[in-house]
């Protein structure tokens, strides 16, 4: 099955920009989407298909994709941003696949 | 508003059935969704496990195939997951989530999730 990378962890100070890669052969046909997750909570989605933010997730969270890879971008980190940030796409198949997840840390 | 919500045993014994159950509110389960079961193992990342549509077709994760069966119960707006010979690998936060996006079209994502509940397998 496809793989997705991410590096293991992001550290950014408070009003700077933390950007996170995901890449895998998977991205050249299917979306990505991204979720977050803090400590004892489920995960939420906050950027659909690459590029889209649903409904109630701030605008400084934004996504972008080029070839075999996708970057999710958080402007203006806040403290409440820390958090774990997972991609996830389909395969071939039709299964999921995510990344091992990156830890953003608000120095 | 969608509400979904895990329950059953937090501790199942090695070599024994993880049997787990996802009730849905605020919404039928008897639409376009597919329905299913992500874990995560203590300080790790995301897998998932497998899904079912209301009319009872699945998919599985190839790695758990072997071992897993998801079932939906209609009238009682639910759908359930049974994991047989488990280890201390299995122990995990077993989540259940809609699914989002059109089957085959490569957008398919999770964007309901319950809670989550902590399975641990111990004897």
């Known amino acids: 099955s496809s793989e997705l990378t991410q590096p293991p962890s992001v550290s950014v100070s408070p009003g700077q920009t933390a950007r996170i890669a995901c890449s895998g052969d998977a991205l050249t046909k299917h979306y990505a989407f991204w979720y977050q997750q803090k400590p004892g909570q489920a995960p939420i989605l906050v950027i659909s298909?690459?590029?889209e933010r649903p409904s109630g997730i701030p605008d400084r969270f934004s996504g972008s994709s080029s070839g075999t890879s996708v970057t999710l971008t958080i402007s203006g980190v806040r403290a409440e941003d820390e958090a774990d940030y997972y991609c996830q796409s389909t395969d071939n198949s039709d299964t999921y696949v995510f990344g091992a997840g990156t830890k953003v840390t608000v120095l | 508003q969608l509400h979904l919500q895990e329950s059953g045993p937090g501790l199942v014994k090695p070599s024994g059935t993880l049997s787990l159950t996802c009730g849905v509110s605020?919404?039928?389960?008897?639409?376009?969704?597919?329905w299913t079961w992500v874990r995560q193992p203590p300080g790790k990342g995301l897998e998932w496990i497998g899904e079912?549509?209301?009319?009872?077709?699945?998919n599985y994760n190839p790695s758990l195939k072997s071992r897993v069966t998801i079932s939906v119960d209609k009238s009682k707006n639910q759908f359930s997951l049974r994991l047989t010979s488990v280890t201390a690998a299995d122990t995990a936060v077993y989540y259940c989530?809609?699914?989002?996006?059109?089957?085959?079209?490569?957008?398919?994502?999770?964007?309901?999730w319950g809670q989550g509940t902590l399975v641990t397998v111990s004897s």
């Open positions: 989530a809609r699914v989002g996006g059109t089957y085959g079209s490569g957008s398919r994502h999770f964007d309901h």
């Open positions: 079912i549509y209301h009319g009872g077709n699945t």
């Open positions: 605020g919404g039928s389960i008897s639409t376009i969704n597919w």
């Open positions: 298909k690459d590029t």
